[in-house]
């Protein structure tokens, strides 16, 4: 499969944001796109969700009617958290602290340029606090706006990023 991935982007964690936008990577010559992240940590102590939120046209984020379920691990015990109508998918790249332990995701877009629902795949994994998380889930957004991009979001106002995580966006050829 390596010979049908296409890298389109690579981006870095600036520290000290608490969003990142990656912005004009979604087109009509793919149907498929695959995010890898890698060393995702944080600068602050108080472990947060990084979360997906789409983006369309030039660099507006979407803020709803974000459908998905997925299915925790955290530490000894899991459940399962079903949601409807969110303002992101949640943990869609896992939870980070500053903790020296990094996180790291893979995730695949569907159709996100096309005239019908934009809907994800993903797993995740890390240790904020030492304690380990992973994350598998599926998703979609309800909307048939043609997206252009996306944005890696921390869930508490007072998180941000250490700088040095990486962002990958391949487009995968289906031949």
Do not use: W
């Amino acid at each position: 499969m390596s010979n049908n991935l296409r890298l389109i982007n690579e981006t870095t964690t600036t520290a000290g944001a608490n969003a990142v936008n990656v912005l004009n990577v979604f087109t009509t010559d793919f149907h498929i796109y695959k995010i890898v992240t890698a060393n995702l940590m944080a600068n602050n102590s108080t472990a947060s969700g990084a979360n997906l939120r789409l983006i369309e046209g030039e660099n507006t984020v979407i803020t709803d009617a974000y459908y998905y379920a997925q299915q925790v691990q955290k530490a000894e015990t899991s459940f399962s958290n079903n949601s409807t109508d969110e303002e992101q998918i949640y943990n869609f790249f896992n939870s980070i602290d500053d903790g020296g332990q990094a996180g790291s995701s893979v995730g695949y877009i569907y159709n996100p340029c096309q005239s019908y629902y934009t809907m994800v795949q993903y797993e995740s994994i890390g240790r904020p606090g030492g304690n380990l998380r992973s994350y598998k889930g599926s998703g979609l957004y309800a909307q048939t706006n043609e997206i252009t991009g996306f944005q890696l979001d921390l869930n508490e106002g007072a998180g941000e990023f250490a700088g040095g995580g990486l962002i990958r966006t391949f487009g995968v050829r289906i031949d």
